[in-house]
Antibody, heavy 116, light 107 residues
Framework: EVQLVESGGGLVKPGGSLRLSCAAS????????MNWVRQAPGKGLEWVSS????????YYADSVKGRFTISRDNAKNSLYLQMNSLRAEDTAVYYC?????????WGQGTLVTVSS | EIVLTQSPDFQSVTPKEKVTITCRAS??????LHWYQQKPDQSPKLLIK???QSFSGVPSRFSGSGSGTDFTLTINSLEAEDAATYYC?????????FGQGTKLEIK
């Protein structure tokens, strides 16, 4: 069974940093591109970033470019999102999703709240 | 950036009704268009991939069509459990984007 479990969310002050993790199981993690998608409270889905299976290709939404860094460790079946210079508008539930390139499996999400 | 515009934003429908949600892309994306369903407090779930291919386990009342810039998600004989927000998503460009969502309320 494919499982994606996010962790690392929490409350952080504006300008602060946070590192999200996504633990994958039930499939060959190293064969798939992976993505982060976020959803602000009461709002729609916003694609954040993607990383190819071997980390050769990485893309970011303009809203996070230069502040967020996506990475992965195929040996640990894990995906990461390092978030720096956080702003109030980054407050959201962050989901990791497996890409085919449709997003066929999603995690349950982890909430990031940026507030003083 | 490819902009996806869904219509309507909200629809109130009765059970057994047929529902059509449209998604229009700002430029041609071929068939690289996918549909998701998200119920309150749940993660999104894939319904339709590549415009018209049903994802495994999705009820047959859900279907998709379209190509280029205009796409449609159709729900035949709506059921109460279909109350949710529906999103389209394009994978034509590596800078992925989602539509703003269509919320379906069941009367």
């Amino acid at each position: 069974e494919v499982q994606l479990v996010e962790s690392g969310g929490g409350l952080v002050k504006p300008g602060g940093s946070l590192r999200l993790s996504c633990a994958a199981s039930g499939f060959t993690f190293s064969s798939y591109s992976m993505n982060w998608v976020r959803q602000a409270p009461g709002k729609g889905l916003e694609w954040v970033s993607s990383i190819s299976s071997s980390s050769s290709y990485i893309y970011y939404a303009d809203s996070v470019k230069g502040r967020f860094t996506i990475s992965r460790d195929n040996a640990k079946n894990s995906l990461y999102l390092q978030m720096n210079s956080l702003r109030a508008e980054d407050t959201a539930v962050y989901y990791c999703a497996r890409e085919r390139p449709d997003f066929d499996y999603w995690g349950q999400g982890t909430l990031v709240t940026v507030s003083s | 950036e490819i902009v996806l515009t869904q219509s309507p934003d909200f629809q109130s429908v009765t059970p057994k009704e047929k529902v059509t949600i449209t998604c229009r892309a700002s430029q041609s994306i071929g068939s690289s268009l996918h549909w998701y369903q998200q119920k309150p407090d749940q993660s999104p779930k894939l319904l339709i991939k590549y415009a018209s291919q049903s994802f495994s386990g999705v009820p047959s009342r859900f279907s998709g069509s379209g190509s280029g810039t205009d796409f449609t998600l159709t729900i035949n004989s709506l059921e109460a459990e279909d109350a949710a927000t529906y999103y389209c998503h394009q994978s034509s460009s590596p800078m992925y984007t989602f539509g703003q969502g269509t919320k379906l309320e069941i009367k």
